[in-house]
């Protein structure tokens, strides 16, 4: 029964990491930077949904108008900042920190330091194998695969999609050919701050709202990608797989008898990081080679 539990919870978490890799990868594929505004993105989802359980809205409504919310934000943001550091890629990685700072830090001064609970749309549980599951992580995994499978499909069946898929593979040549890839990365951006908005809105319920909420699915949306493969779609999905699998099962390594004394949280998160190091020790370029999707 525990192993069900187990596998339930490590599907749940993995399901939110999918979701922030998601667009974190095609982000960094298709423009060469990475982008530590993400987790800010994420912490906008999650304070969209806040502002209106506060409001006295439906909690399942904001969780639709965040992706949207943040998107919108997301395109603002490339277009009037972020665009112009493409060259440069140290640049846009440090101003990209700087914007998730001060988006940091004003989230923290509208919620005043404090840690906030939001309802769950579908509260209650659900029994499976005879263990008690929540009903609304159980939606999360859910609406995630089929997230993933649109995307996908999006990218793989239409010509949009080939066009991104061209970009990320080689932009100059997409650019000679006529497609324009000025339009496409501020698309890829704004969509990859909605994932990270969907992500943020889903988590909330689980995890509360405070002002670092995103700093610490930023870093392990990191090594997700390092660990998967820049340059494809399969790659960072798959990263964010491993490091969503890795965080609950080595928090369930303190239920072991005799081991709870060794492994406290701190090493529980020390030993994901270590794990992922020597991952990209031995496979620098990552689980997926660059050139397939």
């Known amino acids: 029964m525990e192993v069900v539990k187990l596998v339930f919870d490590i599907l749940a978490f993995t399901s939110i990491m ?4 998601l667009g974190l990868g095609v982000i960094a594929s298709m423009m060469g930077i990475f982008n530590f505004a993400h987790g800010e993105f994420v912490l906008l989802g999650a304070y969209t949904v806040y502002l209106f359980s506060t409001a006295g809205l439906p909690v399942w409504l904001g969780m639709i108008v965040a ?21 440069l890629p140290v640049a846009a990685m440090l101003g990209t920190w700087a914007l998730g700072l001060i988006i940091r ?49 999006f990218m793989t069946r239409t ?6 898929r061209a970009a990320l593979e080689n932009p100059s040549l997409a650019r000679s050919c006529g497609i324009s890839t000025t339009q496409l990365y501020a698309f890829t951006f704004a969509f990859g701050a909605a994932l990270a908005g969907l992500a943020g809105a889903l988590m909330v319920p689980l995890f ?47 239920e072991i008898p005799g081991v709870s004394d060794l492994v406290n949280p701190v090493f529980a998160e020390v030993l994901v990081f270590v794990v992922a190091i020597v991952i990209v020790k ?3 370029q990552g689980f997926v080679k660059q050139g397939r999707i």
Request: hydrophobic fraction near 55%; proline fraction near 5%.
């Open 18 to 21: 999918v979701l922030v890799v």
């Open 105 to 153: 830090e004003i989230v923290r001064g509208l919620l005043g330091g404090l840690y906030y609970n939001v309802p769950e749309p579908v509260p209650g549980s659900f029994s499976l194998f005879g263990v008690e599951v929540s009903a609304w992580r159980a939606i999360v995994i859910v609406v995630t695969v089929l997230i993933v499978l649109a995307c996908y499909a």
């Open 282 to 284: 031995l496979r620098p």
């Open 159 to 164: 010509s949009y999609g080939l066009r991104i």
């Open 67 to 87: 992706p949207v919310v943040v998107g919108a934000i997301g395109l603002a943001l490339e277009r009037g900042i972020v665009h112009r550091f493409y060259a």
């Open 208 to 254: 509360q709202i405070f002002a670092d909420l995103g700093v610490r699915f930023l870093v392990q949306g990191f090594l997700s990608v390092m660990l998967g493969g820049i340059g494809t779609f399969e790659g960072p999905v798959l990263g964010g797989a491993l490091i969503g699998a890795m965080v609950p099962g080595f928090q369930w390594l303190r």
